[in-house]
């Protein structure tokens, strides 16, 4: 995977695929506020029910924690320890964010990575942000523009089609994975969770996914099928042979 990960995921088979996915912690200085936006949202699709500054304070207060207490809920999977995420991301400050419809990011500084880093979110099934992963971006991502959407479409679409046909060798090709366990060990354990690959996700005739809105880094997709939503959200690596990526769905119900 990308080079760039500030946390990559992390393939653990005990766990179906567990993903390790990097925190920050609040930092002093200027923060520019939220921008929120709502685009191609369904007048019946979730909606968060805390701000995106009310996520930076309740994130802030996990890291500040000595044990990182509420920490591992802000995931959407399994986070590092405790101890690397106070390593890498004590320090960090907030330099912008920015909402589409149920998915969001938030962009920081550390002195671990003083460009730029980038974490994903996407609203959760109680309503509050969860994070996808954090990303070394060297940039700031918010209120920035993609100029090229085909390559995000492609991946979200191709991975959707993956999970829904257990297609090993395209959802290895579009999902944000690290293949170090076993292609075929990988693919059963992500196909059999249900975190993942939602039972009727693979049966629902109305299953498609939708674009919400994002930037040139990271554009986030609703997943439609029955009564079931999901935010999918698609991220791009300059620089890769195959540059977008789909990772790890948040179900919001």
Not at 30 to 41: I, V, Y
Not at 107 to 129: C, E, H, K, S
Not at 163 to 168: A, M
Not at 183 to 189: G, H, I, K, N, V
Request: hydrophobic share 40%.
């Amino acid at each position: 995977m990308s080079r760039l990960h500030v946390a990559s995921i992390v393939v653990i088979v005990a766990a179906l695929g567990a993903v390790g996915i990097a925190l920050l912690t609040k930092g002093g200085g200027d923060k520019k506020p939220a921008k929120a936006t709502t685009a191609a949202a369904h007048g019946g699709d979730p909606r968060p029910r805390e701000t995106l500054t009310a996520f930076e304070d309740r994130l802030a207060a996990a890291i500040a924690s000595p044990s990182c207490r509420g920490y591992r809920a802000l995931n959407n999977l399994i986070p590092p320890s405790c101890a690397e995420v106070k390593k890498r991301f004590t320090g960090m400050r907030f330099t912008g964010a920015e909402q589409y419809g149920t998915g969001a990011v938030v962009d920081a500084t550390a002195p671990v990575l003083p460009a730029g880093i980038t974490f994903t979110l996407g609203v959760g099934a109680d309503g509050r942000w969860k994070i996808f992963n954090a990303y070394g971006t060297r940039e700031r991502t918010a209120e920035t523009r993609a100029h090229d959407l085909i390559p995000f479409d492609t991946a979200a679409q191709g991975w959707l089609d993956a999970v829904r046909n257990r297609n090993c060798d395209q959802y290895v090709h579009y999902a944000q994975i690290d293949e170090r366990a076993g292609r075929q060990e990988l693919c059963d354990a992500h196909f059999a969770a249900p975190s993942i690959v939602t039972p009727d996700l693979r049966t629902a005739k109305s299953a498609d996914v939708a674009l919400l809105g994002g930037n040139a880094r990271v554009q986030f997709y609703a997943l439609r099928f029955g009564r079931h939503y999901g935010t999918l959200a698609v991220n791009y690596f300059p620089g890769e042979g195959d540059p977008t990526r789909a990772a790890v769905p948040i179900y919001a119900r």
